[in-house]
């Protein structure tokens, strides 16, 4: 298995990915395949410019994706993990375990000292997942909207410094 940062040259693929993501798994994202499938391609670029992304490939197939973002409105020092995924054929084989690897690789490089995210209370699965690399539940939690309400869940973790 090989993770690979989304480029210029490969955005297609995540694309593909995450319109993939969006209907396997539709909610475990706080969007929907219909608000994004019709996206034009400046769109799907510009996210390159606000979030650092991830693929995940066996071989030439692309199994799984992840995304660091920093919102306008947080602490400097902190920065969401978001648009996690992988294919159902890759699940239970450590990919997702590679991606939060290096997704908090990169956002410790960056300097950011917290990472949080946001998952559906009913996902059990991607709860244990973040657990297991030290995500805790921060208190907070809201209601999707989508698909009739999903309760979501904050879970946070606190980066090791680096000198």
């Known amino acids: 298995m090989e993770i690979v940062a989304v480029t210029d040259a490969n955005w297609r693929t995540y694309r593909d990915v995450r319109l993939a993501a969006l209907l396997d798994t539709p909610r475990a994202f706080a969007s929907t395949y219909a608000g994004n499938a019709d996206r034009d391609d400046a769109s799907w670029l510009a996210r390159?410019?606000?979030?650092?992304?991830?693929?995940?490939?066996?071989?030439?197939?692309?199994?799984?994706?992840?995304?660091?973002?920093?919102a306008d409105d947080q602490p400097e020092d902190e920065t969401f993990l978001i648009g996690m995924w992988v294919s159902a054929s890759a699940r239970g084989h450590g990919v997702g375990?590679?991606?939060?690897?290096?997704?908090l690789a990169s956002a410790a490089a960056k300097g950011f000292a917290r990472v949080h995210l946001d998952v559906a209370e009913e996902n059990l699965p991607a709860r244990r997942l973040y657990e297991r690399h030290g995500f805790a539940?921060?208190?907070?939690?809201?209601?999707?909207?989508?698909?009739?309400?999903?309760?979501?869940?904050?879970?946070?973790?606190?980066l090791p410094t680096h000198p």
């Open 97 to 103: 375990d590679q991606l939060i690897v290096e997704a």
């Open 137 to 158: 539940l921060t208190g907070g939690t809201w209601d999707n909207p989508l698909y009739g309400g999903i309760r979501e869940l904050g879970y946070a973790v606190t």
């Open 48 to 70: 390159l410019e606000t979030t650092d992304i991830w693929l995940a490939f066996w071989g030439d197939r692309p199994i799984g994706t992840v995304a660091i973002w920093h």
